[in-house]
């Protein structure tokens, strides 16, 4: 079965930093792009940030360019998100969430399967 | 940035009820679309991808239709347990966007 764990919310001041992991099991970990997907209180799904499988392709929302970072360890299944500088309005649940293929045309493909996600809150 | 424009925000319909969510692309995003369904306290669960194939497992009164700016998402027989939010997505090139949602009650 196909799964995907999220770990490292918290409640963090304005400033601070946090790093949330996902541990996917279940499939081919390397072969497939993966992604974070937050959501406001309240709100709709906002996209974060993606990573290709061979982890050299990354990309950002211009809201969290510059102060998040995306990685993935292949070797230990396990995708990241490095959080600096946040913000009262970084706060959500955010999600990992694995793409339907690898490469540039992955989007074709959707995503495919959601982690149930991990809490952030920025508060002092 | 691609802009995705849903519509209705909300609707009501009873089951058995035809229904269908609009998805207004601001440029051409070919099929990169794929839609999503949502329940309280859930994570989101893909339901169509390339705008018109749908995810295995998902019950076929759901499809979905379009190409280029106008999408379509329809239920043609509403059941109970589809009471959700739905999102759709657009995958053409980053930054990713989602519509702002649509919110289906059961009469």
């Known amino acids: 079965e196909v799964q995907l764990l999220e770990s490292g919310g918290n409640l963090v001041q304005p400033g601070g930093s946090l790093r949330l992991s996902c541990a996917a099991s279940?499939?081919?970990?390397?072969?497939?792009?993966m992604n974070w997907v937050r959501q406001a209180p309240g709100k709709g799904l906002e996209w974060v940030s993606s990573v290709l499988g061979g982890g050299s392709g990354t990309y950002y929302a211009d809201s969290v360019k510059g102060r998040f970072t995306i990685s993935r360890d292949n070797s230990k299944n396990t995708l990241y998100l490095h959080m600096n500088s946040l913000r009262a309005e970084d706060t959500a649940v955010y999600h990992c969430?694995?793409?339907?293929?690898?490469?540039?045309?992955?989007?074709?493909?959707?995503?495919?399967?959601w982690g149930q996600g991990t809490a952030v809150t920025v508060s002092s | 940035d691609i802009q995705l424009t849903q519509s209705p925000s909300f609707l009501s319909a009873s089951v058995g009820d035809r229904v269908t969510i609009t998805c207004r692309a601001s440029q051409d995003i070919s099929s990169y679309l794929a839609w999503y369904q949502q329940k309280p306290g859930k994570a989101p669960k893909l339901l169509i991808y390339a705008a018109s194939t749908l995810q295995s497992g998902v019950p076929s009164r759901f499809s979905g239709s379009g190409s280029g700016t106008e999408f379509t998402l329809t239920i043609s027989s509403l059941q109970p347990e589809d009471s959700a939010a739905y999102y759709c997505?657009?995958?053409?090139?980053?930054?990713?966007?989602f519509g702002g949602g649509t919110k289906v009650e059961i009469k």
């Open positions: 969430v694995k793409g339907g293929a690898d490469g540039n045309g992955w989007g074709a493909y959707g995503m495919d399967v």
């Open positions: 997505q657009q995958l053409r090139s980053y930054p990713l966007t």
């Open positions: 279940g499939f081919t970990f390397s072969s497939f792009a």
